[in-house]
Nanobody, 125 residues
């Protein structure tokens, strides 16, 4: 069993930065990929970013390219999302997720096997 715990969310002003963390626990962590999704009030949960563990290849939604950076620390079983130049439209609950069985489409929610509880990010204008 794997548990994912997000942290680092908060209330910031437009243009500020935040760094989200997602720590895995419960078993030895052997994930093929990790992803970040977000869900704003009244909206569907959308893909934000993903990283393949071995190759370090990254993927980003068009809306965050150039502003967000996903990274990971294997020794700490942790994935990060560095968010710069935040905008009010970035306001959402952010979820991390782990794919442990070689999913192909990292943009799809159904690819991922484990999910964190979410952390709130609020960006004021």
């Amino acid at each position: 069993q794997v548990q994912l715990v997000e942290s680092g969310g908060g209330l910031v002003q437009a243009g500020d930065s935040l760094r989200l963390s997602c720590a895995a626990s419960g078993r030895t962590f052997n994930s093929y990929a990790m992803g970040w999704f977000r869900q704003a009030p009244g909206k569907e949960r959308d893909f934000v970013a993903a990283i393949r563990w071995t190759s370090d290849r990254t993927y980003y939604a068009d809306s965050v390219k150039g502003r967000f950076t996903i990274s990971r620390d294997n020794a700490k079983n942790t994935v990060y999302l560095q968010m710069n130049s935040l905008k009010p439209e970035d306001t959402a609950v952010y979820y991390c997720a782990a794919d442990v069985d070689s999913g192909y489409n990292l943009l799809a929610m159904r690819t991922y096997d484990y999910w964190g509880q979410g952390t709130q990010v609020t960006v004021s204008s």
